[in-house]
């Protein structure tokens, strides 16, 4: 797809951060799958596309990352550009450098930057600061690329997104934030299974029942995960300490103990469920090694799908 497409459409994503996906329509997110899934064909079949020659993204990492570093790394080197790794530690911002000051100055010589970070107010303040597209690459409160690439792998596999049932069972973290919001626009149904005091937060799930409103999705909050996964199209679950929580590894493996997606929970899904998982996994905790290695499960497809689904917004905003 071409920019001349996304003008055809009556879209207009030039310019624009990607924080979170509530920030985007339905038809703007639908057109990204659509985006990621022509790119993927491109890179397949062997044609050149090249529509970001000449720019480059910084990508500031605060937070260890296989997928999100190497799949903006090669996805902006494949469109014709230039990705420059910036950790924490190198930039001056480790040494009490303000968000705002960075923000100002990699703007001067930077056409868009992705930041991975954990307090989601860091991404918020570098959008204030800077005057260049900010991707939020992961923050405590979100993971809108990964929900992205999510839902086209799901569109890939089912055909279609509309009236399906996603059941995500476990800790209520920026995973299954991104997943509510992005599941909701798109008309998906979301049911969700944490343990008592583990579950997503009050704003995101308030926002994803005004999202549900419009697009006649349903979001269901439940403790049971059997309850969460009856009928599911898609079981989906993610780790009980996320990145900044290991210091509470020991309590949640005892409070997520019945949360394992497991041969037994799968029977309550559809026969020809999917299963899904942002990586990296735990075997033996949130995911048994026969579920998460077995026929059903797509989480490599997943990890692919990072690459294009990345493609298609940095190609869009940049
Ligand atoms: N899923 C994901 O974001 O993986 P990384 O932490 O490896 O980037
Ligand atoms: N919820 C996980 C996702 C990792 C990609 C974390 O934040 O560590």
Same mark, same amino acid.
């Given at each position: 797809?071409?920019?001349?497409?996304?003008?055809?459409? &009556? +879209?207009?994503?030039?310019?624009?951060?990607?924080?979170? %996906? *509530? @920030? /985007?329509?339905?038809?703007?997110?639908?057109?990204?799958?659509?985006?990621?899934?022509?790119?993927?064909?491109?890179?397949?079949?062997?044609?050149?596309?090249?529509?970001?020659?000449?720019?480059?993204?910084?990508?500031?990492?605060?937070?260890?990352?296989?997928?999100?570093?190497?799949?903006?790394?090669?996805?902006?080197?494949?469109?014709?550009?230039?990705?420059?790794?910036?950790?924490?530690?190198?930039?001056?911002?480790?040494?009490?450098?303000?968000?705002?000051?960075?923000?100002?100055?990699?703007?001067?010589?930077?056409?868009?930057?992705?930041?991975?970070?954990?307090?989601?107010?860091?991404?918020?303040?570098?959008?204030?600061?800077?005057?260049?597209?900010?991707?939020? &690459? +992961?923050?405590?409160?979100?993971?809108?690329?990964?929900? %992205? *690439? @999510? /839902?086209?792998?799901?569109?890939?596999?089912?055909?279609?997104?509309?009236?399906?049932?996603?059941?995500?069972?476990?800790?209520?973290?920026?995973?299954?934030?991104?997943?509510?919001?992005?599941?909701?626009?798109?008309?998906?149904?979301?049911?969700?299974?944490?343990?008592?005091?583990?579950?997503?937060?009050?704003?995101?799930?308030?926002?994803?029942?005004?999202?549900?409103?419009?697009?006649?999705?349903?979001?269901?909050?439940?403790?049971?995960?059997?309850?969460?996964?009856?009928?599911?199209?898609?079981?989906?679950?993610?780790?009980?300490?996320?990145?900044?929580?290991?210091?509470?590894?020991?309590?949640?493996?005892?409070?997520?103990?019945?949360?394992?997606?497991?041969?037994? +929970?799968?029977?309550?899904?559809?026969?020809?469920?999917?299963?899904?998982?942002?990586?990296?996994?735990?075997?033996?905790?949130?995911?048994?090694?026969?579920?998460?290695?077995?026929?059903?499960?797509?989480?490599?497809?997943?990890?692919?799908?990072?690459?294009?689904?990345?493609?298609?917004?940095?190609?869009?905003?940049?």
């Amino acid at each position: 797809m071409t920019n001349s497409t996304q003008k055809d459409t &009556g +879209l207009n994503l030039r310019g624009r951060d990607f924080i979170g %996906l *509530a @920030d /985007y329509s339905s038809e703007e997110i639908q057109y990204l799958i659509d985006l990621a899934v022509e790119l993927k064909r491109k890179q397949k079949e062997g044609e050149v596309y090249q529509p970001l020659k000449g720019k480059t993204l910084g990508m500031i990492f605060e937070k260890s990352s296989t997928r999100t570093r190497v799949s903006f790394e090669v996805g902006m080197f494949q469109l014709g550009g230039h990705a420059l790794f910036l950790s924490r530690n190198d930039l001056q911002i480790g040494r009490g450098e303000t968000i705002w000051d960075t923000a100002q100055t990699l703007s001067r010589y930077l056409d868009g930057i992705m930041i991975r970070t954990f307090a989601h107010r860091t991404v918020i303040e570098l959008a204030r600061g800077a005057t260049i597209p900010i991707i939020n &690459g +992961l923050s405590d409160l979100s993971h809108p690329c990964q929900a %992205l *690439a @999510d /839902y086209q792998t799901i569109y890939e596999r089912k055909g279609s997104l509309k009236g399906l049932k996603l059941a995500y069972i476990g800790d209520g973290n920026n995973m299954v934030h991104s997943l509510m919001v992005g599941g909701c626009k798109l008309g998906m149904n979301v049911s969700v299974a944490s343990p008592e005091g583990y579950g997503p937060d009050r704003e995101m799930i308030e926002a994803s029942r005004e999202i549900a409103a419009q697009t006649g999705s349903q979001l269901q909050i439940v403790t049971d995960p059997k309850e969460a996964v009856a009928d599911a199209d898609v079981i989906y679950t993610d780790v009980w300490a996320s990145m900044g929580f290991e210091e509470e590894q020991a309590e949640r493996v005892v409070a997520f103990r019945n949360y394992q997606v497991n041969e037994e +929970l799968v029977k309550y899904a559809k026969p020809d469920y999917l299963f899904m998982h942002c990586l990296p996994a735990h075997r033996g905790e949130e995911v048994s090694e026969g579920i998460i290695d077995g026929s059903h499960s797509i989480v490599f497809d997943q990890a692919e799908n990072r690459l294009h689904a990345q493609k298609a917004i940095m190609a869009a905003i940049l």
